[in-house]
């Protein structure tokens, strides 16, 4: 089993930055944020391999948002700039013991999520 805990979120007007972080408390090869927003689909936001290599972005975050690593303390974390309103949405921190891969059924370990609300 493997527990996630997060943190970071909360509220910001547009064009602001937000940090979140994930860390896993078992072994994880690969760490990612979803996010959902209400009324619509789960959508992979950024994924990661532990271990190191190219991370994988949503297309509608590439550019702002950057997911880091650091394998010594299993930990993830988004760096959310140029946030916009459709941004808004529950962010979930998931891990799997297998290679990364946006459908979010496949990720078996979930965090509790964390809201980030951005405002015009």
């Known amino acids: 089993q493997v527990q996630l805990v997060e943190s970071g979120g909360g509220s910001v007007q547009a064009g602001g930055s937000l940090r979140l972080s994930c860390s896993a408390s078992?072994?994880?090869?690969?760490m990612g944020w979803f996010r959902q927003a209400p009324g619509k689909e789960r959508e992979g936001v950024a994924l990661?391999?532990?271990?190191?290599?190219?991370?994988s972005y949503g297309d509608s975050v590439k550019g702002r948002f950057t997911i880091s690593r650091d394998s010594a303390k299993n930990t993830v974390y988004l760096q959310m700039n140029s946030l916009k309103p459709e941004d808004t949405a529950m962010y979930y921190c998931?891990?799997?013991?297998?290679?990364?891969?946006?459908?979010?059924?496949?990720?078996?370990?979930w965090g509790q999520g964390t809201q980030v609300t951005v405002s015009s």
């Open positions: 998931a891990a799997r013991r297998l290679y990364c891969t946006r459908q979010g059924r496949d990720w078996p370990f």
């Open positions: 990661a391999y532990i271990g190191g290599g190219s991370p």
């Open positions: 078992g072994y994880a090869a690969c």
